[in-house]
Each structure stands twice: as structure tokens, then as C-alpha cells.
């Protein structure tokens, strides 16, 4: 996570955490094992329903954050991160509801004696109470349903599909827990600040919610296209589409992603936008790498003509960051961000500001017209090409990127590739005292 987010993480835990303690300092002097259940269950609790109302939020989408939360991508890490804080506390939730219970059965805890129920006079409360049971009983299909889909989620052995297919249930679980926790939250702690902080991560979270449910999400950011133009470029198994969009466009910076829809029941897929905009034409061109179900034959399934749903822009690899030099290193796939930037500045009027550039292009497959195409945009954008075909060339290294570019440490690094590839390279470069915090810019190709 970029430490931004990082801080707002631990953050977000640290805050609401600390609120909570100070509120219930009683926790510190429990009187019996037993007497710390509840609270325990209060505390796991009320984390665990304000981490999934952010998550909920981040799954809307919202293109306003992305200046503090670099881009949507990482939004989704953040999203990703809060799942799992949330099954960490709903299973340390479920162990204290029903711990004491088997401690009880096997004998070693007694049955505390509650003694007589204090009479409830606020009408609220009292109405409250009478959903108890409900609550519970949902509470807990609601906790075993979510724990599944967080499963499914996390663990990436399990089909994407699985995962896109199923998540569209969280939503509904979610609105099942927000009913569990207005019904079981200690009363008292409504009236605390804490209340209205838990009450408005509520909101807003079914708010989010319920646009999920209704179909709401990258609603007023969808606009229908038609495709214009098809390139197939087997050797590397990838298909280039020109969409020819129709009104409501925003336009889009190079480096920016959309959401493609082609086939409705498949759903929405996300695609760097590898053009440059023009509103005289606009267009958006996504170029797709048959990389699983949805992609390996889209070039016979997708057709001239063919309507395009696509949703965005997103994003913030927008190479807008002022450095004199700039180092781009795109792998395989990776290389679309850095086509669009290519278009943009070939279409520069001469003597506009810009970096100084060397772009590394590394790939195991090679398709000839692809290669001859972006060193034809590399050459009109006047950036220096280094192509790096795996089986000729060997492997890219940080070592090799410095030896190149004699003034790297001047530079920042844009990258987009696999995931490992680029950790490897951010933290060799860190370790050649490079701040990698400001200036190696990362596009993750992956939201799970
Ligand atoms: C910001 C971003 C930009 C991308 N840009 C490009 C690009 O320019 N060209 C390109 O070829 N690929 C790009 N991808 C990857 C592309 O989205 C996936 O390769 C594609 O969705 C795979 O779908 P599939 O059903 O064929 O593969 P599957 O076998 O189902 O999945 C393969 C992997 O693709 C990802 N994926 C699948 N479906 C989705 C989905 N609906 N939403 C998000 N991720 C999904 C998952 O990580 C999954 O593990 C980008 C991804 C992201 C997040």
C-alpha cells in the first residue's frame, strides 16, 4: 500500500479503537471471564461494521478520493485490506459469542448469575430490545455467509468469476449486519460521539449498498460506445479495440483506465484506455490480452458495429509529477498506459515543456507489427525505446535500467506489469537510495 493509505489504514483502526476503549474503560477491570464477552463482542464488533461501511463506500467507486488515495486501483487494495481487518474481527467477534458458551458446556466456566434485568424505561431502547432475537439469529447466518464470501474473495486459488459472481451478495449481508448491529449495539453507546460516527459509516455504507443492489455503481459515468475498428496481434495473443463513444464522455488523461462492458451478463471489465483524447473524435482504444475466461476469444465474439458500455475514466498513472527525466518500464501487457502517453505527446505542439524519456519494453511473446507499431509511437513522441524480448535479451533489472539511464536518479519511475516484477524493482532502486515513496508510480492491473 502506498503510505497514504497506509496511514489512513492504521489510522482509521488506531482512532476508532482508542474511542471505543476510552468510551468502556470498565474492559480494564472485568470482574469475570464471562464479563468480558460482551464487551469484547461490543468492541470487535462496532470495528468490524465501520471497516466494512468504508469498504462498502470505496466499492462505489467515488472518483474524488483518488487525489489523496492514488487511484482507483490502490482504492480497491485499501478495500481489499479492510476485508480482511473485517474477517479477522467478525471471527474473533463469533469466538467470543460462543467461546464462553463451550467453556461453559466443558466445565471450565461457571454460569455467571445475572441476577434481575434492570427495568427499561426509554421507549427506544424498549423497542429495540423486542428485535433481539431477530437480530442474533440473522446476525449469525449473515456472519457464516460473510466469512465465506471473504474467503472466496481473498483467496485467489478460487476462480475470479467465483469471486465477481458471489461478492454481488456482500451488499445484502452487509444491510443484514447494519439491521444486527442497530438492534444489538450497546444502547449507551449511541449517546456517545461514537454513535454518530457509527450511525454515518451506517449511511452512507447502505447507501452504497443499495446502489450496488440496484445495478447504481459507475452509473453516471457510463457511456455507450460502438466499435469501430479491430486489431489482432496473435503473436501476443491480444486484441485492439477502437470504441467510438457516443455524448458524455468526460474525456481522459493518458494513463487512465475505464470499465468495458461487452457483454452484460459477463459484466464490467477494466481496461487502460491506450489513446489519447480528442474531442473532435471521440474515441477510446483498449487493447486485451487473452489472459482467462473473458478475454481468450474475444476477438471472435466481439464484432465492428458491436455496442460498448464504458465507465470512467479512472485512475492517477497520469505522469503529470514534473521531473525532468522520466523512466517507463512496461511489461508484457503492462505497455498499454504508456501507449496512450506516447499518442498524447506526439500530438504535442512543438516546444511544449516535457521529460526527457526512456521507455523499457520487456516481453516474453513477440507479435512483429505490435513492436514495429509502438517503436513508430515512440518515435513520433521522440522517447527513447529499449525493447527487451525475454528469450534474446534476458531479463530487465534495476542495474540494467541505471546503466542506461546515467541521470536515473533524477528521475521518476512509471511502471505497469506484473505485480512481483514491479515490487522487485521499487525495492531495488529503494535500496540505491531512490525515494520510491514520491517518485515510483505503479499501476496494479489487479483489483481482488
Ligand atoms: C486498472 C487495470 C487496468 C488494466 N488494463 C488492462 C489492459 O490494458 N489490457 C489488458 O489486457 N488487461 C488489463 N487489465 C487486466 C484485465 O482487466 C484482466 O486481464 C481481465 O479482466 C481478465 O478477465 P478474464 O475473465 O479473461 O480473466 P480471468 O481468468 O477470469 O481472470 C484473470 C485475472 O483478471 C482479473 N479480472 C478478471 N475479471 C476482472 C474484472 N471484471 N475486474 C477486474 N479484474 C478482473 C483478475 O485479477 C483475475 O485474477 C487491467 C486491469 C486493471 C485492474
Redesign the pocket.
Known amino acids: 500500500m502506498a503510505r497514504t493509505n497506509l496511514w489512513l489504514f492504521w489510522g482509521f483502526w488506531a482512532v476508532l479503537g482508542f474511542l471505543w476503549l476510552a468510551l468502556n474503560r470498565g474492559i480494564f477491570s472485568p470482574t469475570s471471564g464471562f464479563a468480558l464477552r460482551d464487551p469484547m463482542m461490543q468492541f470487535s464488533g462496532t470495528l468490524a461494521m465501520s471497516a466494512m461501511s468504508v469498504a462498502m463506500m470505496l466499492s462505489l467507486r467515488p472518483r474524488w478520493p483518488e487525489v489523496w488515495l492514488d487511484g ?2 490502490k482504492m480497491y487494495r485499501l478495500h481489499k485490506w479492510l476485508g480482511i481487518g473485517t474477517l479477522g474481527l467478525v471471527i474473533y467477534h463469533w469466538l467470543w459469542s460462543e467461546g464462553p458458551k463451550w467453556a461453559v458446556g466443558f466445565g471450565f466456566l461457571g454460569r455467571p448469575s445475572r441476577g434481575p434485568r434492570p427495568e427499561i424505561t426509554d421507549p427506544v431502547q424498549r423497542a429495540l430490545l423486542n428485535f433481539r432475537g431477530t437480530a442474533e439469529g440473522l446476525g449469525q447466518w449473515a456472519y457464516y455467509a460473510l466469512v465465506a464470501l471473504l474467503l472466496i474473495a481473498l483467496v ?1 486459488l478460487i ?3 467465483w469471486f ?1 459472481y458471489s461478492h454481488r451478495l456482500m451488499p445484502f449481508i452487509y444491510l443484514v449486519l447494519v439491521f444486527h448491529t442497530v438492534i444489538l449495539l450497546d444502547y449507551g453507546m449511541w449517546l456517545t460521539p461514537l454513535g454518530p460516527i457509527l450511525a454515518g459509516l451506517m449511511f452512507a455504507g447502505s447507501y452504497a449498498a443499495l446502489a450496488s443492489l440496484f445495478g447504481r455503481i459507475g452509473a453516471g459515468r457510463r457511456v455507450v460506445g460502438e466499435i469501430a475498428e479491430m486489431r489482432h496481434y496473435p503473436g501476443v495473443r ?1 486484441l485492439e479495440a477502437v470504441v467510438k463513444l457516443g455524448p458524455g464522455w468526460p474525456g481522459h488523461e493518458a494513463g487512465q ?1 475505464a ?1 468495458a462492458t461487452s457483454n452484460p451478463i459477463e ?6 484506455i ?1 489513446s489519447a483524447w480528442n474531442p473532435a473524435d471521440p474515441m477510446v482504444t ?11 476469444g474475444l476477438v471472435d465474439r466481439l464484432k465492428v458495429g458491436q455496442q460498448i458500455t464504458v465507465e470512467g475514466p ?2 492517477r498513472f497520469t505522469f503529470d509529477d514534473g521531473r525532468p527525466q522520466q523512466i517507463w518500464v512496461g511489461a508484457g ?1 503492462g505497455i ?1 498506459p504508456f501507449i496512450a502517453r506516447l499518442k498524447e505527446m506526439a500530438a504535442l505542439e512543438p516546444g511544449s515543456p516535457r521529460p526527457e524519456i526512456d521507455l523499457f519494453h520487456t516481453t516474453r511473446e513477440v507479435d512483429e507489427s505490435a513492436l514495429e507499431r509502438l517503436a513508430a509511437d515512440a518515435y513520433a513522441a521522440n522517447v527513447r525505446l529499449h525493447l527487451l524480448v525475454d528469450a534474446k535479451h534476458g531479463k530487465l533489472t534495476g542495474g540494467r535500467i541505471r546503466e542506461a539511464v546515467p541521470n536515473w536518479s533524477e528521475a521518476s519511475l512509471w511502471f505497469c506489469g506484473p505485480v512481483g516484477f514491479g515490487a522487485a524493482l521499487r525495492s531495488d532502486f529503494a535500496a540505491q537510495g531512490f525515494p520510491v515513496e514520491g517518485r515510483f508510480h505503479r ?6
Do not use: C, M
Not at 267 to 272: D, V
Not at 443 to 448: A, M, N, P, T, V
Open positions: 482507483l486501483d485467489k476462480p475470479y468469476r465477481r491480444s483506465f470499465f459484466g464490467a471489465h477494466p481496461y487502460t491506450a483498449f487493447i486485451a490480452k487473452e489472459l482467462g475466461d473473458h478475454t481468450t479512472y485512475g501487457i498499454t499501476e496494479l492491473f489487479e483489483l481482488r
